[in-house]
């Protein structure tokens, strides 16, 4: 038995992946309306995301099931203390983080999220989860919350946010990630310079594709 499967953690999370998987980005009338060409080139922008993901503010937008189990795997094997997330949206995969943190003894995980309203929901399924001891939720444009008071060591980040920051982001965070830790990007796909450098032979990293459009690194000593 883990904090995962466990009362009231199993239900919660049973709960809020049925209401996720009710809903669509294409019951949004705005991204509906949008061509084809249109989401890659904001998918991928470095200067509309906000704009885009202001559209899907009362969307789960969350890891897979499987991802979420990857993520609690990783972070509980590692024995992760500190751990590092950009995109808390309703907080789904911070509640599969904050499971292992628990789990393995405590630690700190500050996670990002610049919708104000998604905090909110993040912060109520936290409290529900009662895992909101373990979790900093910096609300606001995470190439400036994640640029300052970080842990000096991070064990574990989590890229799934605006996937054109994937890069940025990773830039903020690298110097304090320890040998052995694990950086999983949901939706890699769309950030092809972020795939680039961590499956360079030179960029430091092992990395591998989980589970269609996730990539999985490990940081190299």
């Known amino acids: 038995m883990t904090t995962l499967t466990a009362a009231p953690l199993a239900s919660l999370l049973d709960r809020l992946f049925e209401e996720a998987d009710g809903t669509s980005p294409m019951a949004v009338p705005s991204i509906a309306a949008m061509s084809r060409e249109d989401h890659e080139r904001l998918m991928r922008s470095k200067t509309d995301y906000v704009e885009f993901y202001g559209r899907l503010k009362d969307l789960p937008l969350p ?7 990857l993520l609690y795997m990783l972070a509980r094997g590692c024995g992760a203390r ?7 949206s309703f907080g789904i995969s911070t509640i599969h983080l904050a499971a292992a ?10 996670t990002s999220e610049f919708e104000p309203s998604k905090v909110e929901r993040a912060r109520a399924n936290l409290e529900a989860a009662g895992l909101a001891d373990l979790v900093e939720i910096r609300t606001g444009d995470a190439l400036r919350t994640l640029a300052v008071d970080l842990p000096d060591t991070v064990d574990l980040l989590l890229l799934d946010g605006a996937k054109a ?31 680039a ?6 960029g430091g990293y092992l990395s591998l594709p989980f589970d269609e459009d996730v990539e999985l690194s490990m940081r190299l000593g």
Do not use: Q
């Open 63 to 69: 890891v897979s099931r499987a991802t979420g189990k």
């Open 82 to 88: 500190t751990i590092v997330e950009f995109g808390t």
């Open 101 to 110: 943190l628990r789990d393995n003894g405590g630690g700190r995980l500050i």
């Open 165 to 195: 920051l994937y890069p940025e982001i990773l830039d903020l965070v690298e110097n304090r990630l320890r040998p052995g830790a694990f950086v999983i990007a949901d939706n890699a796909d769309y950030s092809s310079d972020y795939l």
């Open 197 to 202: 450098r961590v499956r360079s032979a030179a």
